[in-house]
């Protein structure tokens, strides 16, 4: 045996993204708009900038999300869902609102 774990050379890239989740795939929808929104940074970049474009196209695909599965959704789904749109449409609001105002 090598004494080398090969555990601990496994890097974010190895792991494989689950899918088929519903709230993992708001969850990531969400991030995106957090990211558009300049309320996290990009580790890309890390940076924080702000696109309102891609913010409002990401809020409003969530809110299309939530309009389009009402009554096709657990409970806790719709209400994740609609937590996760409604944060984001106040913090757009807040943040672009606010820009345009200047």
């Given at each position: ?67 389009k ?21 106040r ?12």
């Amino acid at each position: 045996m090598s004494g080398a774990d090969p555990e601990q050379h496994r890097t974010a890239a190895d792991v494989p993204l689950p899918g088929g989740d519903f709230r993992l795939f708001v969850t990531r929808l969400s991030f995106q708009a957090m990211l558009s929104l300049g309320l996290i940074e990009n580790p890309l970049t890390g940076t924080k900038q702000v696109n309102a474009a891609n913010a409002r196209m990401l809020v409003d695909d969530l809110r299309m999300l939530l309009d389009k599965t009402r009554g096709n959704l657990e409970p806790d789904e719709e209400a994740y869902l609609e937590k996760v749109s409604g944060d984001l449409d106040r913090n757009f609001e807040r943040i672009v609102g606010d820009a345009e105002e200047e």
